[in-house]
């Protein structure tokens, strides 16, 4: 299995639009077709896709502009935010190694970006493990979000 990341294109929309989550995975994060509605009227949000193979299996959205000033004072970082993968590619690895690719992503297309950061609701715990395990640290910094406590995680790159 080959995981890889890509810019969001609108041909995408098919597949994107066939995404399923389960009602308590989604209480924590947004559908992907939502999320790219959100970006086409916002600037600042970059959606991407996770490829496995040829086939999408995931999607994120990476954001840059004053909203990344809510998460930390760093002026080099950008925010992660709606991340999910489609259920029927749930446990195979595609999470992880999406993550893992992640730095590199963010390198070669935003070059002057030195951190990632997410948000991370602290009942999510199989999110938080699996964003440890790919190299965000918790560092005790805590954030009220609209569904409770949200971790603030972060990865120098």
Known sequence: MSVWL???EPTDDAALTQFYLPEEQLYYTAMASDSVEKAKKDFTRTPVVI?????????????????????????NAILLIAY???YSRQGKGVAKESLYKLPDYVR????EIDWIVLAVNEKNISAQSLYKKTGFLHDGEKKMGKKGWLMVMKQEI
């Open 108 to 111: 070669e297309n935003f070059p």
């Open 84 to 86: 999910m993968i489609d």
């Open 6 to 8: 890509k810019p969001y």
């Open 51 to 75: 490829m496995s193979g040829d086939e999408p299996a995931g999607m994120f959205v990476l954001q840059t502009g004053p909203r990344v000033q809510e998460y930390t004072a760093r002026t």
